[in-house]
């Protein structure tokens, strides 16, 4: 087997080959670093920063030897991650000039889980600004090109680690969620992206842009290989209190768990379709995509029932309020005091004023004064608290509807990947998350797959479960990926 095959293998199959001495441990890395210099040729920009040989010493020097390297469920699987996880070897930037050449002095609880369970990381991947937008062209290292379409937003605010995966650097990547920030570029790049429920995965070492929303979440080419990878990040952290001590399922569905069985291998499983995500107004094609894959669901043994989320329209207000109003607190720390460059002043004043207004970008600025002003005297009660009343009202909403389904199915997005520079309108942008900012306002787990393509362009199809009800929402997503037998972005099938 080539190399370059390397890349081809689930990630569990290339660490199962890696510890059992098939494979070299490095043969998939160089692979993956050379496919990452061609998409860097082709402008695509999907990454900040190359440098795995520093993560190989960082990984030998803490556990003293190569033992968990060798040995671990993904040894010798590259990984890359969002440039606003932190690690000790390359720069954490968040996309953000007010960071240039920050590098942490401790990294991130999901960082180091991937780098235990024997994963190298080969790069940092690009991001808007503070994870601040919804097409990655709000990066202070400039926009980030979709490798289907290369006209096209890759979406965001993680299309950066999207891109990678689509373009078959990597089939692991990591990303985070604020309002919809993996899955809207999983759906954009026809790969995988998962938003676990909020606490399922530690925050510890993710710079917080709205800590009540944020998320880290996981892209993979297919359902399994971000199953794996989720089973290695999930879990109980000392370093994060809003992290939940509930075990963590297997979520790995082989074709004997989804195997028909007279019945269906999703028998017995309910599945609700939420009116609200198909309005009038929905692209049809994208509503014949998911009424297809509905049906496929429903051959597989499901049942589908239509179920009402009433308050669904009233999410992007909500979240254009509570979003900007804890990005504006979270922010503050960055003064030019203690963390990035800092802008030549005579006076502590000046020193604060400058380095911000020539560290944040537009989209950081516009949302720092939305939250600002949400906050202040006089308005808070107007707007934060009645947006913190409705988003309770929301929440209901998804906990009645699990009352009578297991699962609820939407389009991941309203319309497939847009041209770069077409929205120049911020509220036209916000709204490419109307389907995805509802479960980060719940909490709930959610996750986008590939369920067809509009004009070559991929189309995402969502499952939202209940409160740590990944197991189910994996099951669902493996028994319909298999059942659609769609071709991978990256070449060949879904494996």
Same mark, same amino acid.
């Given at each position: 087997?080539?190399?370059?095959?390397?890349?081809?293998?689930?990630?569990?199959?290339?660490?199962?080959?890696?510890?059992?001495?098939?494979?070299?441990?490095?043969?998939?890395? %160089? &692979?993956?670093?050379?496919?990452?210099?061609?998409?860097?040729?082709?402008?695509?920009?999907?990454?900040?920063?190359?440098?795995?040989?520093?993560?190989?010493?960082?990984?030998?020097?803490?556990?003293?030897?190569? /033992?968990?390297?060798?040995?671990?469920?993904?040894?010798?699987?590259?990984?890359?991650?969002?440039?606003?996880?932190?690690?000790?070897?390359?720069?954490?930037?968040?996309?953000?000039?007010?960071?240039?050449?920050?590098?942490?002095?401790?990294?991130?609880?999901?960082?180091?889980?991937?780098?235990?369970?024997?994963?190298?990381?080969?790069?940092?991947?690009?991001?808007?600004?503070?994870?601040?937008?919804?097409?990655?062209?709000?990066?202070?290292?400039?926009?980030?090109?979709?490798?289907?379409?290369?006209?096209?937003?890759?979406?965001?605010?993680?299309? #950066?680690?999207?891109?990678?995966?689509?373009? #078959?650097?990597?089939?692991?990547?990591?990303?985070? %969620?604020?309002?919809?920030?993996?899955?809207?570029?999983? +759906? *954009?790049?026809?790969?995988?992206?998962?938003?676990?429920?909020?606490?399922?995965?530690?925050?510890?070492?993710?710079?917080?842009?709205?800590?009540?929303?944020?998320?880290?979440?996981?892209?993979?080419?297919?359902?399994?290989?971000?199953?794996?990878?989720?089973?290695?990040?999930?879990?109980?952290?000392?370093?994060?209190?809003?992290?939940?001590?509930?075990?963590?399922?297997?979520?790995?569905?082989?074709?004997?768990?989804?195997?028909?069985?007279?019945?269906?291998?999703?028998?017995?499983?309910?599945?609700?379709?939420?009116?609200?995500?198909?309005?009038?107004?929905?692209?049809?094609?994208?509503?014949?995509?998911?009424? &297809?894959?509905?049906?496929?669901?429903?051959?597989?043994?499901?049942?589908?029932?239509?179920?009402?989320?009433?308050?669904?329209?009233?999410?992007?207000?909500?979240?254009?309020?509570?979003?900007?109003?804890?990005?504006?607190?979270?922010?503050?720390?960055?003064?030019?005091?203690?963390?990035?460059?800092? +802008?030549?002043?005579?006076?502590?004043?000046?020193?604060?004023?400058?380095?911000?207004? /020539?560290?944040?970008?537009? /989209?950081?600025?516009?949302?720092?004064?939305?939250?600002?002003?949400?906050?202040?005297?006089?308005?808070?009660?107007?707007?934060?608290?009645?947006?913190? /009343?409705?988003?309770?009202?929301?929440?209901?909403?998804?906990?009645?509807?699990?009352?009578?389904?297991?699962?609820?199915?939407?389009?991941?997005?309203?319309?497939?990947?847009?041209?770069?520079?077409?929205?120049?309108?911020?509220?036209?942008?916000?709204?490419?998350?109307?389907?995805?900012?509802?479960?980060?306002?719940?909490?709930?787990? &959610?996750?986008?797959?590939?369920?067809?393509?509009?004009?070559?362009?991929?189309?995402?199809?969502? *499952?939202?479960?209940?409160?740590?009800?990944?197991?189910?929402?994996?099951?669902?997503?493996?028994?319909?990926?298999?059942?659609?037998?769609?071709?991978?972005? +990256?070449?060949?099938?879904?494996?």
């Amino acid at each position: 087997m080539s190399t370059l095959d390397l890349l081809d293998l689930p990630a569990a199959a290339l660490g199962a080959g890696v510890r059992t001495g098939a494979y070299a441990r490095d043969a998939a890395t %160089e &692979a993956s670093l050379a496919a990452a210099a061609r998409l860097e040729a082709a402008d695509v920009r999907a990454f900040v920063d190359l440098h795995p040989s520093a993560h190989a010493a960082t990984a030998a020097a803490r556990d003293g030897s190569h /033992e968990k390297a060798r040995t671990g469920v993904l040894a010798g699987v590259p990984v890359a991650i969002k440039d606003n996880l932190a690690d000790l070897s390359l720069r954490t930037t968040c996309g953000s000039k007010i960071l240039a050449g920050y590098v942490s002095p401790y990294e991130a609880t999901a960082v180091a889980r991937l780098l235990d369970a024997g994963a190298v990381v080969v790069g940092k991947t690009n991001m808007d600004e503070f994870a601040m937008g919804s097409s990655t062209e709000h990066s202070a290292y400039g926009p980030t090109r979709n490798p289907i379409d290369p006209s096209r937003v890759p979406g965001g605010s993680s299309g #950066g680690s999207a891109a990678a995966v689509a373009a #078959g650097v990597v089939r692991i990547a990591l990303g985070s %969620e604020t309002g919809g920030s993996v899955r809207q570029p999983a +759906a *954009f790049c026809g790969v995988v992206g998962v938003k676990p429920t909020y606490g399922r995965v530690s925050r510890y070492g993710l710079v917080a842009f709205a800590s009540s929303l944020d998320q880290v979440g996981v892209f993979g080419r297919t359902v399994d290989d971000a199953a794996v990878a989720l089973e290695v990040i999930a879990g109980r952290d000392p370093h994060d209190a809003t992290s939940a001590d509930i075990p963590v399922p297997s979520l790995q569905f082989g074709a004997d768990d989804v195997r028909p069985n007279g019945h269906g291998p999703l028998a017995g499983l309910k599945i609700g379709r939420p009116r609200e995500y198909f309005p009038d107004g929905l692209d049809p094609a994208i509503r014949a995509l998911a009424d &297809a894959a509905l049906d496929r669901l429903r051959a597989l043994g499901a049942s589908v029932k239509d179920v009402s989320l009433p308050h669904t329209d009233l999410a992007i207000p909500v979240y254009y309020i509570l979003a900007p109003a804890e990005a504006s607190s979270n922010l503050a720390r960055f003064d030019g005091v203690r963390y990035g460059p800092r +802008a030549a002043s005579d006076s502590l004043r000046a020193l604060y004023d400058r380095t911000r207004a /020539e560290g944040f970008g537009p /989209e950081v600025t516009r949302r720092i004064l939305l939250g600002t002003y949400a906050l202040s005297h006089g308005y808070y009660d107007a707007y934060y608290r009645k947006a913190q /009343e409705v988003r309770g009202l929301i929440a209901a909403d998804f906990a009645d509807a699990f009352d009578g389904v297991d699962l609820l199915f939407t389009p991941t997005t309203p319309t497939p990947a847009f041209p770069l520079g077409s929205l120049s309108d911020p509220y036209e942008m916000y709204l490419s998350d109307i389907f995805t900012a509802t479960a980060n306002l719940a909490g709930v787990p &959610a996750m986008s797959l590939p369920i067809g393509d509009v004009g070559g362009l991929p189309v995402g199809g969502q *499952f939202m479960a209940p409160h740590f009800g990944e197991a189910t929402m994996f099951r669902a997503a493996a028994a319909l990926e298999r059942a659609l037998a769609l071709p991978s972005p +990256a070449g060949g099938a879904r494996a």
